[in-house]
Structures are given as structure tokens and as C-alpha cells.
């Protein structure tokens, strides 16, 4: 799984409704690039596709029970990631790398990219 891939799972998991564009807008993506992504996790069936009431031309996202099944272990697998890569970090120090990374975004004009 790419960190793309999980970063659309997660997103989609939270339970606000998402269009493939309201997704590539909060991933900061192209249509094309989450296209791709999107392609790949229907393969996996972690994710449907269905048509909006209100507006037959928006299509929204949402988790499968497949999904739902494999979400918490990723997000353990990602948490295992995340501590195995900055647990050599202490808090202060957490803390300043997570400030000076948020003032390069900042600067950079980074502000669509989900971090959680």
C-alpha cells in the first residue's frame, strides 16, 4: 500500500462525504493523480463508488466492510511506522520539528496536504 493510498483510506474513513475531487482537492492532487489511487483501492474493494442523490453527475466515496475491516490495523502499521521513524525524538523535540516543518509549509503555500 503506497502512503497515498492510505492517506485516501483514512481520509474517506473519517466519514465526511467526499467527491474523487473534494479528495484531490483535500490531498492537494490532481483528478488524475487520485484517479489512480482511487483505481487501487476499488481493486482492493476497501472503497465504493456510488452515484449522489442530490446531483447525478458527483459521485462520493465511502469505506467498505472489507475496508473498515483492514482500517484499524493500517492505522496501527502507520502508527508503528510513525513511532519506529520518530520515537528517537523526545517531545521538545517533536515539537520543534513539527513547528519548523508547519512554517515551511507555511511558506511554501503547503496547506491541502492531511497530516493527521
Keep these: 500500500m503506497s502512503v497515498a493510498e492510505w492517506v485516501a483510506l483514512n481520509q474517506i474513513g473519517r466519514g465526511t462525504t467526499l467527491s474523487p475531487a473534494g479528495l484531490a482537492d483535500v490531498m492537494g ?61 523526545d517531545a521538545t523535540e517533536r515539537a520543534t520539528l513539527q513547528k519548523l516543518l508547519k512554517k515551511l509549509a507555511d511558506a511554501h503555500q503547503m496547506h491541502k496536504i492531511p497530516v493527521d
Excluded: Y
Design 29 to 89: 492532487m490532481t483528478r488524475g493523480a487520485i484517479s489512480k489511487v482511487l483505481d487501487k483501492l476499488q481493486s482492493k474493494e476497501w472503497i465504493s463508488c456510488a452515484t449522489s442523490q442530490e446531483d447525478n453527475r458527483v459521485q462520493l466515496l465511502a469505506v467498505t466492510r472489507q475496508g473498515k475491516r483492514v482500517l484499524p490495523e493500517l492505522t496501527t502499521i502507520a502508527d508503528g511506522n510513525d513511532e519506529h521513524f520518530f520515537g528517537v525524538l
